[in-house]
């Protein structure tokens, strides 16, 4: 039996000259390293680009005991009176203790309150690296304990080197043409890209499901209905979202932003749908069903530029 199957692990970067792209940002991990020590840590950035890899990168690089917490699983203030709380005071025979809060962004302001004191309290001997993908939703009295540093996504160029690195090492056969377009659908999300490169290898190819290249065009289907919007677009819309597959709405609400003049007609529209994407972009998050959110949204928007 393999270890290890997923590429996305079995591929994570585990020294510095591994990690793909931030040159700027590994020459300061780089530091941290040869000094066996770090700063609090929060590091914040978009899903998939590499921030819970430099994390791990970096406790199994220095010589210190580590916990690692995915703060989407436990979010309240008892995993921090506990868990963190409860680490952070124990006895270690390492010089340097880490913990490692993921998606960090999930916990309560309660929770988020009563990690600073700890923060202060067990400075001496204890660390923490926070990641996040938005830095707003972590406390400014939390931020300011912490070196903030950003994520930036690797280059298409960069993300396609490395994915295709991996396929020949899986032995697997691909065209370049599909890979470009796995790429490009997905970026700048790393891990999605290596998933899809997985789940769609058959027999050592990687062959490329149609349906992938005909989702490719629902943005521009959408934008379509919303400039010429009338009383059949909220179930055309709908029907574009159903015959493009999409396992992830997230980019639809940077869309939506980014093209906001092609069918907003004025800036009161404009600042009325900005807030409406805001506010089902959040709460997307603690939702389910995902495209039940987006057709929210969109029922919201074309009320507003009707």
């Known amino acids: 039996m393999k270890m290890n199957s997923l590429f996305v692990e079995k591929y994570r970067s585990k020294v510095l000259d591994e990690y793909v792209g931030n040159e700027q940002l590994k020459q300061i991990v780089s530091q941290y390293i040869d000094k066996n020590d770090i ?3 929060l590091l914040y950035g978009t899903p998939g680009t590499g921030k819970t890899t430099l994390a ?5 690089n220095i010589d210190c005991d580590f916990l690692y917490i995915n ?3 436990e979010r309240g203030i008892d995993t921090i009176r506990d868990k963190v709380q409860g680490f ?3 006895a270690s025979f390492k010089p340097l203790k880490i913990i490692i809060l993921d998606e960090a ?3 309560t302001i309660q929770a988020q309150a009563s990690l600073r004191n700890i923060i202060e309290t067990y400075s001496r001997t204890t660390r923490f690296i926070l990641t996040c993908n938005y830095l707003e939703r972590i406390i400014d009295p939390l931020q300011s304990r912490c070196q903030v540093l950003k994520i930036t996504p690797p280059s298409k160029k960069e993300v396609a080197q490395h994915a295709a690195g991996i396929l020949e090492q899986e032995s697997i056969n691909y065209e370049l043409n599909d890979l470009v377009l796995v790429v490009n659908k997905h970026y700048p999300d790393v891990r999605k890209i290596l998933n899809t490169c997985q789940v769609n290898t058959v027999e050592g190819k990687l062959t490329i499901d149609k349906s992938l290249i005909a989702s490719n065009s629902y943005t521009d289907a959408i934008l379509k209905e919303l400039k ?3 009383k059949s677009s909220f179930k055309n819309i709908r029907q574009i979202l159903a015959d493009s597959n999409l396992s992830d709405f997230e980019e639809i609400y940077r869309f939506l932003y980014d093209n906001l003049d092609e069918y907003a007609k004025d800036g009161v529209q404009q ?6 994407i805001e506010n089902y972009m959040y709460h997307a998050n603690f939702r389910i069903d995902k495209e039940i959110s987006v057709m929210a949204l969109i029922s919201k928007i074309l009320q507003t530029i009707q």
């Open 39 to 41: 700063q609090n840590l």
């Open 271 to 276: 600042a009325m749908i900005i807030i409406e």
């Open 71 to 73: 703060a989407s699983d």
């Open 88 to 90: 952070a005071s124990s």
């Open 228 to 230: 010429s919007a009338n």
């Open 105 to 107: 962004d999930f916990l």
């Open 56 to 60: 791990k990168l970096i406790v199994n």
